[in-house]
């Protein structure tokens, strides 16, 4: 069904989901469908509500002057992307608690509280509830890990790059890991810094993170997510 309308917070969740694990709504590179869907957007969306498509939306907006020169289908809409089946609750006031959806899935695995039952069935019902609640919670579920590519841009020809590298991976985080980097030409005389790093999601704020870089003011004019997925 595509997205819904970004005037709303429904779609706007749609659309953070969507980001969640893409820097680019098709592909691995900005498109008509980046731009279909960021026109879309009548307003920059809201960091602490939808991290994701803030994150997007600003790093589209850095190419709002190539636009008419991305490759795709500029007249398609942008409900033709997103996903196929919306994952969110159109009346949320009618949507089970979380909480009682899980309870009720666990008692499920083990038949219906309403069925008669006699002693020796609860028993053998209670017996398996505990020892699958037990298996549960003995289990450990691996960290959730993103790789992402930062672009660091200088302010001139004359930034030290160096000094630039050095202060950015001296920003300690727990979760975060730095990864390669290299310095990609961007015209006159201009490089800029591209440095892979790998977060915990959990733990490690992407929007924070760049925050942090760009504190380096000296050295730092500003920062872009260049790609980004899950591990």
Not at 69 to 74: E, K, R, Y
């Amino acid at each position: 069904m595509g997205f819904l309308d970004f005037a709303n917070n429904a779609g706007l969740s749609t659309l953070d989901s969507w980001t969640q694990t893409r820097s680019y709504v098709v592909g691995y590179g900005p498109s008509q469908a980046d731009v279909a869907c960021f026109k879309a957007v009548k307003f920059t969306p809201e960091a602490a509500k939808f991290p994701h498509a803030y994150r997007w939306y600003k790093h589209m907006a850095s190419y709002e002057a190539e636009f008419a020169s991305l490759p795709g289908d500029p007249s398609k809409a942008y409900t033709t992307y997103g996903p196929e089946k919306s994952e969110l609750t159109m009346n949320p006031k009618n949507a089970p608690d979380a909480a009682d959806a899980a309870e009720a899935d666990e008692d499920d695995l083990f038949g219906s509280d309403e069925e008669s039952e006699d002693e020796e069935a609860k028993k053998v019902k209670e017996a398996n509830l505990a020892a699958y609640k037990k298996k549960k919670e003995g289990k450990t579920k691996p960290a959730a890990k993103s790789i992402v590519t930062l672009d660091v841009k200088p302010w001139d020809d004359e930034t030290d790059m160096n000094e630039l590298e050095a202060n950015m991976r001296g920003i300690e985080i727990d979760g975060l890991t730095w990864g390669a980097s290299k310095l990609v030409p961007v015209g006159y005389g201009i490089s800029k810094l591209q440095v892979n790093l790998v977060v915990e999601d959990e733990k490690v704020s992407i929007d924070d993170l760049q925050a942090q870089i760009e504190g380096d003011e000296d050295h730092v004019q500003s920062t872009d997510v260049a790609a980004m997925q899950k591990l």
